[in-house]
């Protein structure tokens, strides 16, 4: 496919999302820029029962012994501005933030540049590229909603981590494959992770 995303994981919860995604993307033979911050590390030693290490290096060996060969994964780093995440003439035409805590949310929405998520967000956005972020995060106040409709204005896709379940799922896994499914499909990516309505499921 030799297609190429930018991949941020935030300190939201849903780590599993951005496994499978990551995954998924990977065996697309994709080229990945992945980010990850220091809260995302956290949460997904948490939630995916095995710690993420720091250094890249065997972050990039712990990610592939999980999720497989394929493709080209490339870690970078959080303040990495040489990235070709960071410039408008070098980066992928297609960003993904998932999850996306409130926190990347708000930062995203007013301009911030304080990190290497936030300026490859703001340079997705200004070059009309793709921006897919994934919030999970529940109840929504009122800052929230007003961060979504903003981005949402600026051209953003607003794609909650809200699984249904009219696909009648088995486990965890297909209801995280509920999610992944909506987002590659935001994205352009033809997938067999979920049927359209009306359809059976191809696996």
């Not at 995916?48 to 990610?63: C, E, M």
């Not at 070098?90 to 996306?100: E, F, H, L, Q, S």
């Not at 109840?139 to 949402?152: T, V």
């Not at 204005?153 to 009219?166: D, T």
């Amino acid at each position: 496919m030799n297609r190429r995303v930018t991949l941020a994981i935030t300190g939201a919860s849903g780590a599993p999302y951005a496994e499978r995604l990551l995954q998924w993307l990977l065996a697309a033979n994709c080229e990945v820029h992945l980010l990850v911050s220091k809260a995302a590390l956290m949460v997904a030693a948490v939630e995916t029962g095995a710690p993420w290490p720091a250094n890249h290096d065997k972050l990039h060996d712990h990610l592939r012994e999980r999720l497989g060969d394929g493709g080209k994964l490339i870690i970078v780093g959080r303040e990495d501005w040489m990235s070709p995440v960071a410039s408008g003439s070098g980066a992928p035409d297609t960003m993904i933030v998932c999850p996306c805590s409130t926190g990347t949310l708000a930062a995203i929405a007013t301009g911030q540049c304080d990190n290497l998520i936030e300026r490859g967000a703001d340079v997705v956005l200004k070059e009309n590229g793709r921006l897919i972020l994934v919030p999970r995060e529940t109840p929504y106040n009122e800052i929230h909603l007003q961060n979504m409709l903003i981005l949402k204005r600026a051209g953003a896709v607003i794609l909650p981590a809200s699984p249904g379940f009219y696909h009648q799922p088995k486990t965890i896994s297909d209801m995280i494959d509920f999610v992944v499914a909506r987002i590659l499909k935001s994205a352009g990516f033809e997938q067999d992770l979920l049927a359209p309505w009306g359809e059976e499921t191809k696996n």
